[in-house]
């Protein structure tokens, strides 16, 4: 099958693992991509968003800014135009995002078959926390994609509902989790660690729930080490956290970790934290713990209950309960027999359902003769 793989990604983070990962799978499954987005994407490093993006965020009002996401239409169609000209696709496969219009053109007007990966309701998203001026064109704008889309592909059950709920069809819904590459991560061998080592990797941002971890850390007892793996805006706060705590030399900031060092990382982490989670995201440090065999600790909600299972795949917790966290992380410290049940169940949930990027690659070209 030949795709052409369509996104508007500004930065290298979370989403670019998804694309790029995806794409390999698509490649090594045989079929032929091309990938088409902004010009400045290849130029920027993991961890980063492009420096002039930024800038001009910050200095347009906000309605002229959005009126400027529209307007970035106009070549984005021309490009895709020019590659789907060239490259004679079988599908049009698009990372959906706000504003973004030129894929729906495209596959309109050449009459390809047009597939929408949706991760995000992303209007809503932003009217919540990003200060959403054109409220009702943004969500005229999404709706519009997502109606017009021959196949969606929704991270979760949950998020599928609000997609549903706008008039999409079921039955032009998929829900594909996010994955891993698990070649990528070894057995995990048994911990010859004398004390359990708590850990977190991601974008350091304070929707994640840090701040109340390292409250729970600085009031107990028992001192645990903290490997917190990342780079964010929140990482300033959290330090002077730990240093009003006086526990520097329990809590460590590794920095932004390489993705080929990910596997090594966690390796080195017993308990793995999810403290906070979106209501319908597809969390990818999840997938990662899991794959690593960490014991893992997250929020009991309904978006990851679809991948995670109390006391059969990790420890859940009441959301925003964080004695109930600190509760499920003693009780793990306290029992490595309990963190390795946990740990290998974890992976091999991912084998048995094949949550893997490999696993997506084959639903989502399965979906297209259906």
């Known amino acids: 099958m030949r795709i052409l793989y369509s996104h508007r990604i500004q930065s290298r983070d979370g989403q670019s693992v998804h694309v790029e990962d995806l794409v390999a799978a698509f490649r090594a499954a045989g079929h032929e991509v091309m990938v088409v987005g902004p010009s400045f994407y290849d130029k920027t490093g993991f961890g980063a968003e492009t420096t002039w993006v930024a800038r001009l965020r910050a200095i347009l009002p906000g309605a002229v800014g959005e009126l400027a996401e529209l307007a970035y239409n106009i070549p984005a169609w021309w490009r895709l135009r020019q590659a789907a000209v060239a490259f004679?696709?079988?599908?049009?496969?698009?990372r959906y995002n706000l504003y973004y219009l030129a894929g729906m053109w495209?596959?309109?007007e050449r009459r390809i078959p047009f597939l929408v990966e949706v991760n995000a309701p992303l209007a809503e998203e932003r009217i919540a926390h990003g200060g959403l001026r054109l409220g009702a064109l943004a969500r005229w704008a999404e709706r519009a994609v997502w109606r017009a889309a021959d196949r969606i592909f929704a991270v979760t059950h949950v998020l599928g509902a609000r997609i549903t709920a706008v008039g999409v069809a079921p039955d032009r819904l998929i829900i594909?989790?996010?994955?891993?590459?698990?070649?990528?991560?070894?057995?995990?061998?048994?911990?010859?660690?004398?004390r359990a080592v708590l850990g977190f990797i991601g974008f350091v941002r304070p929707w994640h729930g840090l701040e109340p971890v390292i409250d729970e850390l600085g009031r107990s007892a028992e001192k645990f080490d903290f490997v917190i793996a990342g780079e964010?805006?929140?990482r300033s706060t959290l330090e002077a956290m730990v240093a009003r705590y006086g526990m520097q030399s329990h809590v460590h900031f590794a920095g932004l970790v390489p993705r080929d060092?990910?596997?090594?990382?966690?390796?080195g982490i017993d308990i793995a934290l999810q403290p906070r989670a979106v209501d319908y995201a597809s969390p990818l440090k999840l997938f990662e713990y899991m794959a690593a065999g960490c014991a893992i600790v997250a929020p009991d909600q309904?978006?990851?209950?679809?991948i995670l299972v109390d006391d059969e795949t990790a420890l859940l917790f009441e959301p925003e309960n964080w004695g109930a966290l600190w509760s499920c992380i003693a009780r793990l410290a306290a029992d490595p027999a309990?963190?390795?049940?946990?740990?290998?169940?974890a992976r091999a949930e991912i084998i048995r359902r094949d949550l893997t990027w490999a696993?997506?690659?084959?639903?989502?070209?399965?979906s297209v003769n259906r």
Do not use: K, M
């Open 88 to 94: 004679r696709p079988d599908v049009i496969y698009e």
């Open 106 to 108: 495209v596959a309109r």
């Open 176 to 194: 594909t989790p996010n994955g891993i590459d698990l070649a990528r991560f070894h057995q995990r061998t048994a911990s010859r660690r004398p």
């Open 232 to 234: 964010g805006p929140a």
């Open 261 to 267: 060092a990910v596997p090594g990382f966690l390796a």
């Open 302 to 306: 309904p978006n990851l209950r679809e």
């Open 338 to 345: 309990l963190r390795a049940r946990l740990g290998a169940a």
């Open 359 to 366: 696993g997506n690659a084959r639903r989502i070209v399965g």
